[in-house]
T-cell receptor, first 115, second 116 residues
Framework: DTGVSQDPRHKITKRGQNVTFRCDPI?????LYWYRQTLGQGPEFLTY????????KSRLLSDRFSAERPKGSFSTLEIQRTEQGDSAMYLC?????????????FGPGTRLTVL | AQKITQTQPGMFVQEKEAVTLDCTYD???????LFWYKQPSSGEMIFLIY??????QNATEGRYSLNFQKARKSANLVISASQLGDSAMYFC?????????????FGTGTQLKVEL
């Protein structure tokens, strides 16, 4: 039983560069979420997909951020013109969506460092 | 809006002892779910236990139990028989069933250290 996977696990980039992260959810899960976690804080919600539809976006998701889930399977999160404040752990989660609990299961995260 | 408060930045417990991690929440939604996650130093968030607001009994999952007091809006995690591998960051989170979408709102976490 494969869990949520994320790639890459670590990314170091220079300010102003674009970066793209990938998330592969648990195969039968139709919901996919992106969160951002900075040091000493809990994760903060960024965006959420049900199948291929992006249903909710946080105000944290500035216009430099874009997320896609083109075929309702894997998702990508792109950050354009990175800033030092974008340095954080980016966590992806998925859930089945058909249960009242709708528990979200997380991947290992992508740690982004912007120099 | 939802808010989760974890007032214990750090906790120490001796191996084999029980420990309680505090969590209080605030929401105007009549129904909601409460979750606890464990985050080891590797970074992955590991789901531990779930409590629904209408559940009559406190949730239990192996060595984890949730002390749910709805009137006080608290959902404390109890870990029994602590093990060295329990040393990690623990997060309380909630998701409203109506009006709040599907996002989880997390607290700031409690760092638990299990000592010999």
């Amino acid at each position: 039983d494969t869990g949520v996977s994320q790639d890459p696990r670590h990314k170091i980039t220079k300010r102003g560069q674009n970066v793209t992260f990938r998330c592969d959810p648990i195969s039968e899960h139709n919901r996919l979420y992106w969160y951002r976690q900075t040091l000493g804080q809990g994760p903060e919600f960024l965006t959420y997909f049900q199948n291929e539809a992006q249903l909710e976006k946080s105000r944290l998701l500035s216009d430099r951020f874009s997320a896609e889930r083109p075929k309702g399977s894997f998702s990508t999160l792109e950050i354009q013109r990175t800033e030092q404040g974008d340095s954080a752990m980016y966590l992806c989660a998925s859930s089945f969506g058909g249960l009242s609990t709708d528990t979200q299961y997380f991947g290992p995260g992508t740690r982004l460092t912007v120099l | 809006a939802q808010k989760i408060t974890q007032t214990q930045p750090g906790m120490f417990v001796q191996e084999k002892e029980a420990v309680t991690l505090d969590c209080t929440y605030d929401t105007s939604d009549p129904s909601y779910g409460l979750f606890w996650y464990k985050q080891p130093s590797s970074g992955e968030m590991i789901f531990l236990i779930y409590q629904g607001s209408y559940d009559q009994q406190n949730a239990t999952e192996g060595r984890y139990s949730l002390n749910f007091q709805k009137a006080r809006k608290s959902a404390n995690l109890v870990i029994s028989a602590s093990q060295l591998g329990d040393s990690a960051m623990y997060f309380c989170a909630m998701r409203p069933f109506t009006g709040g979408g599907n996002k989880l709102t997390f607290g700031t976490g409690t760092q638990l250290k299990v000592e010999l």
